[in-house]
Every structure is written in C-alpha cells, then in structure tokens.
C-alpha cells in the first residue's frame, strides 16, 4: 500500500464497516494514516484492474507493549468477498510483523462479527480474552432521589 491508495482505502472502510457502531466508528484518516507511517510493510491493498478492492491495516506497537503487532482493520468490498482476499492480506501483514521483530501478533474483534471471527480463525489466531464495553448510566439517573439518598448513606 502507499500514500496514494489512502482515499480509495478511506472510501472502502466506510463502505463495510458500520461507522455508527463502536469500534468501527474509530475509523478515520488518521486511523489509516497512523498504521501507514508507523509500519508500511503491514499495510496492503488488494487490487483489481489497478484499483484496490480490499486492505489490510497493521502495525507495532500495540498499546504499551512495543513488540506486539496489531493487526487493526481489514476489509474487503462485498463483490470481492469470498475469494479469499482477506486470507492473502492478513497472511502478508502478520508476515511483515514477524520480520519486523513481533514477539505476538493480535486483533481485536467485535464479539458480533462472525465473518471476521471466522477470517481470525482460519489465519489461525486463537481467542486470548474477551472484553465488553459497558455503558454508565445516564446523570439523571444517578441523580434520582433514591440514588442519591443511597449514596449518602453509604458515604456515612
Ligand atoms: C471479514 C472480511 C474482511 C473477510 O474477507 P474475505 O475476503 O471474504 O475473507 P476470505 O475469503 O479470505 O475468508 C476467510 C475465512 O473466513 C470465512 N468467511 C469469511 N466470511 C464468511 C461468511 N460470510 N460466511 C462464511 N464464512 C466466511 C471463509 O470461509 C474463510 O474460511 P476458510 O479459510 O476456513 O474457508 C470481509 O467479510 C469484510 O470486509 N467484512 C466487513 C469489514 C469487517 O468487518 N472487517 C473486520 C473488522 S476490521
């Protein structure tokens, strides 16, 4: 991938990703721009005709830990799903990882995303743990007269 695959790749993630939904709604320019400049070995296009159909977005460190690649957004137009496009992606980016001196490589996936779970498992990635984002509840409903009389008397 270089520089100038950047809109076409821009334009493909918001085609399939839900951009409404966390996490997809981190995707960004500068999510495709920080993964390119940090480790562009990682980052691959798939083309057809000369133009991309599908990416791979990877790169080191992963959170403080400076010798895990992270293997962060993949994705390929529908019409060009199935043919093992993502296989071949993944494949050279955690390749480039490797021999870019990653000690693990990891991605993490959205518990509702089967196809993306079946691409991790079929690249052989195994699951290290689960996550879940909780929401807090809303100000007025910690500032409901129960809960505030609750909460002062167990300040007490
Ligand atoms: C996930 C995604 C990248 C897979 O791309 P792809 O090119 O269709 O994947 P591949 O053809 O390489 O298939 C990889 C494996 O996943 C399986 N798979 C992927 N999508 C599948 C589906 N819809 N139904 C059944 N199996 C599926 C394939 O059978 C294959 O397994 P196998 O090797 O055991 O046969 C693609 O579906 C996509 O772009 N999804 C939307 C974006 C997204 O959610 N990205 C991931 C989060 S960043």
Known sequence: MTSGHVPEVLEIGNRVFDISEFPYSTWSLSAIA????Q?????????????????VLASMPFLNNQTWGHIEWIGILPAFQGRALATKLGDASIRALYNAGATRIVADIATSNRQSKLLARSLGFTELT??????????????????????VASEA
Not at 34 to 37: E, I, Y
Not at 39 to 55: D, K, M, N, T
């Open 39 to 55: 480790q562009p070995e990682a980052c691959h296009v798939a083309l057809f005709e000369g133009a991309p159909v599908g990416f």
């Open 130 to 151: 689960t996550v879940s984002l909780f929401s807090a509840p809303t100000l007025e409903w910690i500032k409901t007269p129960e809960r505030t009389t609750e909460t």
């Open 34 to 37: 920080r993964h390119l400049d």
